[in-house]
């Protein structure tokens, strides 16, 4: 940032009066901008004992496998949020059940909430975002090529759980990861 949007001051970094964290503040005017982490919400959804997954047609990491999210609009609940992205990529409708886990992303300032999902129908064709979709078991399920720690943990955590067989409770997990992502090995 490096202008005001409110003057179109210069912009410098301190720490404003009575805070405590570095800020851009506006030069001429005085305007605090706060950066705050970035909300991402989606699902796992499932359909006969397989999970849906979605492989990627746009950066960052197009062309390798994901669960259907993205980020949270102005105005949703999570659970909203989470259903409208997985449906847009999935491209049939997906009921969002309860949270399964939330995954903390301090590093490039986010926070990743997955729901429990139940594909309502097979998908025929998948939204813009999508190359393709698959149903995977746990076996055949292309490890190698997720685009997201954050999915795959998520995808572990789930499988372990119904392993288990004792339900899924709600899991809280904090991922540190580097700012960028390296290549994925195919």
Known sequence: MKYCSRCGGAITRNIPPGDTRERYVCTQCGEVFYENPRMIVGSVPEWEERLLLCRRAIEPRLGLWTLP??????????????????????????????????????????????????????????????LETGLFTETDLPWTELAFPSVRLTIEYYFQKRRERRGFPFHIHDLRIERTLQPVAK
Do not use: C, D, M, W
């Not at 989470?82 to 999935?90: L, N, T, W």
């Not at 590093?107 to 998948?126: A, D, M, N, T, V």
């Open 69 to 130: 999210a993205g980020f949270l609009e102005n105005g949703e609940t999570t659970a909203e949020g989470a259903g409208r992205e997985s449906e847009e990529e999935v491209g049939a409708p997906v009921t969002i059940g309860p949270p399964l886990i939330l995954v903390n992303l301090p590093r490039i300032h986010q926070i990743h909430l997955f729901y429990l999902g139940r594909l309502e129908k097979l998908p025929s064709s998948p939204g813009h975002e999508t």
